[in-house]
Each structure stands twice: as structure tokens, then as C-alpha cells.
């Protein structure tokens, strides 16, 4: 007799990956065999997206040819540029994501190539416009105008610099650019597997960053870190513990803590914790760190949960001025180095992913005509 089917594929090996690996015991999470405790805060996101896509981390002369590749990949195509205003002013930030990356694969040079070459150029320029395409969209929706993104500046810099309208100290990049690097990929999640299915049928790398995207806008995947925000600014500040006491009482889910994986901190948690109270401190205000503090220590004392990535992520992106709808788009701008390394990976050794499943449904039904019906 075969085995039940495992619900939610827990547990099942789905790919072979050279590209990120996880220690869910330990709480350790590895880029190609890099600790991401040693790469966070050490390592430009530019050199991770390089390792992620190509294999290594680059020398000197290798980062400096792959960022001028990305400036390069920067420019949006035409038909980008004439539907941006339309989408933003019907539909939401990851909807409207979707669309225009589906919109990007027709402006794109290499659309009709799978070859590794034509890869690694799509993976280059979906990478570089992402952030870009969110910070047009924002500006779209909200009528501001935004400056030109600087090839001086790194993706990071450039970011903060077209959404929040104000050159960003040196420190906020480099916490902004930690958080890209700490987001860039985590093996077999649910966006990521999404992808590499779609590229599995020889699909191309558009659609199956299309693919990633409209999963990442579920709830239950990507949102998490917006829900965290939204949860501490309805929250009294003198009154968390008791807050989270009632809605944990009331079965309610606390957005930010547990992880299908982790069985120990989340090892990005760990970095994302000091940088969001070094920027609450920082900016004068430091409320909604305090208040995430405790509710962390409230959340452990009652579910033994840890803080997982999302948690964190909030209060540090709220600290750099990035809007609260925006964040989970900012996740995106990071995932887009490992979803497309992922879709490369795929089809370089590729077969087709065919899950079997298990049949619930009636057996032996017989037709009768519709009028006995």
C-alpha cells in the first residue's frame, strides 16, 4: 500500500540545490556554502546576487563588470514605461508587480532564449529593475517624481533614494543592503518552488519569476511583515503584553513568529533585532522596536515561539521610511537574486515536475442521461 501523501509536501525532497541550504536544528542558513552570519553586514548585495547567479563570490574586477551589467539592465522597456501609470492606479503594489514583470519579459532582449548565456543577462536585468519598478509604481500611485536611479549608487542606496525622495545616510544603506542580502534566498519555499515548476516545463525565466511573484503575494507566504506593522500601530504601546495575551487567548495567529523550518531563531531575526533598535534609537522614536521587543519575550513565555525573519523586517524597513504596503515588494526587490539563480539551476540539469497525487474523490459513478438526472 503506498504512503499517505505528506500535506503540504512537508518534508519532501523536491530539487537538488547548489544554492542555499538550511540547518533548521542549528538555526543556521548557508548561500552556496557562505554562513549568513559571516556574509551579513560583510558582503554588498551585488556580491551575493553575483554568487546566487554565477557560482562564486566575485573578485574586484568581476563585481565591478557586474554591476556596470546592472546599471546597464536598469532601463525600462517600452511597454513597462507606457502601462506604469494605468497599473498603479488599479491595482495593488504586488499585482501590479506581477503585471509589469510579465510586461518586462516582452521589452526584454533575450525573451526567447533559454540558454545559459541569455539566463544569466535576464537574470542580471530582472534583478536590476526590480526596485525600480517598485519605486515607479509608488511614484505613479502617489504623483511624486522621483529621480533618475544614479550609476554611482548601489541597488540599496538607489532604493531608498527614489522612495523616500532623500538622499539616505551611509548607514541606512548598509543596514538596507544587509536586509536584501539576509532576504536573497531561502531554499524550497513556496514562491521559489513556484518558479522552479514553471521553469521546469522549459518555460522561460519571465514567467517563472511571474509565477514566484503571484505566489509571494498570498498571505500565507509573502504580507507577513506588513501584518507585523500593522499590528503594532493598532496596538497600545502600554498595553502589549496584554494585547498579545488576548488575541493569543482568542486564537488568533501573531504575525512574525514560528517558521515551518526553524526550530531555533531564524538566524536573519538575529541581525534584523539590532538593526531595528539600533534605528528606533537612532531616529528618536525607538516605541515599536520596544514594543516588538516585548511582545517577543510575551510570545515566547506563552507559545514558545521564536521571532522569524518577517518580524524584525518590519519595524527596520518602517525606520527607513519605506511605506507599509511596500514591504512585501521590497522582499521581492532582494528574492529576485535567488528566484532567478533558481530558474538558471533548473534549467541546467532540468526534468519536469510531476508530483503524483492521492485520488479522495467517488469511484464507479454511473452516467445517467440529464433528464434522469
Known amino acids: ?78 511597454l513597462v514605461e507606457s502601462n506604469i501609470p494605468e497599473i498603479a492606479g488599479k491595482q495593488a503594489p504586488m499585482e501590479a508587480l506581477r503585471s509589469l514583470v510579465s510586461l518586462a519579459g516582452a521589452d526584454d532582449p533575450d525573451k526567447d532564449s533559454n540558454a545559459a548565456d541569455a539566463n544569466l543577462r535576464k537574470a542580471a536585468r530582472l534583478t536590476a529593475q526590480q526596485p525600480i519598478l517598485v519605486a515607479r509604481y ?9 529621480p533618475d536611479p544614479d550609476p554611482e549608487l548601489s541597488i540599496a542606496a538607489n532604493f531608498l533614494l527614489q522612495i523616500t525622495g532623500r538622499m539616505p545616510s551611509q548607514r541606512e544603506v548598509e543596514i538596507f543592503d544587509t536586509c536584501l542580502v539576509l532576504h536573497a ?16 516545463t522549459l518555460s522561460d525565466m519571465h514567467s517563472a519569476i511571474v509565477a514566484a511573484i503571484g505566489t509571494l503575494k498570498g498571505p500565507l ?35 512574525g513568529f514560528g517558521h515551518r523550518v526553524y526550530k531555533t531563531e531564524d538566524p536573519r531575526a538575529t ?15 525607538d516605541t515599536f522596536y520596544r514594543m516588538s521587543k516585548e511582545m517577543e519575550e510575551v510570545v515566547f513565555a506563552e507559545k514558545g515561539l521564536y521571532p522569524n525573519v518577517d518580524f524584525y523586517a518590519a519595524t527596520v524597513y518602517h525606520y527607513l ?45 454511473k452516467w445517467t442521461p440529464i433528464d434522469e438526472r
Open 1 to 78: 500500500m503506498a504512503d499517505k501523501p505528506t500535506k503540504g509536501l512537508a518534508d519532501v525532497v523536491a530539487a537538488s540545490t547548489a544554492l542555499s541550504d538550511i540547518d533548521g536544528k542549528a538555526g543556521r542558513l548557508f548561500y552556496r556554502g557562505y554562513d549568513i552570519h559571516d556574509l551579513a553586514g560583510r558582503t554588498t548585495f551585488e556580491e551575493i546576487a553575483h554568487l546566487l547567479q554565477h557560482g562564486s563570490l566575485p573578485t574586484r574586477g568581476q563585481l565591478a563588470a557586474y554591476r556596470a551589467e546592472l546599471v546597464r539592465g536598469r532601463g525600462l522597456g517600452g
Open 138 to 146: 509608488h511614484a505613479a500611485r502617489t504623483g511624486a517624481s522621483i
Open 185 to 200: 534566498d531561502h531554499t524550497m519555499n513556496a514562491s521559489t518552488f513556484a518558479a522552479r515548476v514553471c521553469a521546469a
Open 221 to 255: 507566504h509573502g504580507g507577513a511583515n506588513e501584518q507585523v506593522m500593522r499590528t503594532l500601530e493598532a496596538i497600545d504601546p502600554a498595553g502589549v503584553a496584554q494585547a498579545v495575551r488576548d488575541r493569543l487567548a482568542a486564537g488568533e495567529k501573531i504575525m
Open 271 to 285: 541581525h534584523l533585532r539590532k538593526m531595528s533598535r539600533e534605528l528606533g534609537e537612532a531616529s528618536g522614536d
Open 321 to 365: 521610511g519605506i511605506p507599509t504596503d511596500l514591504f512585501t515588494p521590497v522582499f521581492s526587490v532582494s528574492r529576485m537574486s535567488g528566484w532567478t539563480a533558481h530558474v538558471i539551476e533548473q534549467h541546467a540539469d532540468n526534468r519536469l515536475i510531476r508530483p503524483d497525487s492521492e485520488y479522495i474523490g467517488e469511484r464507479d459513478q
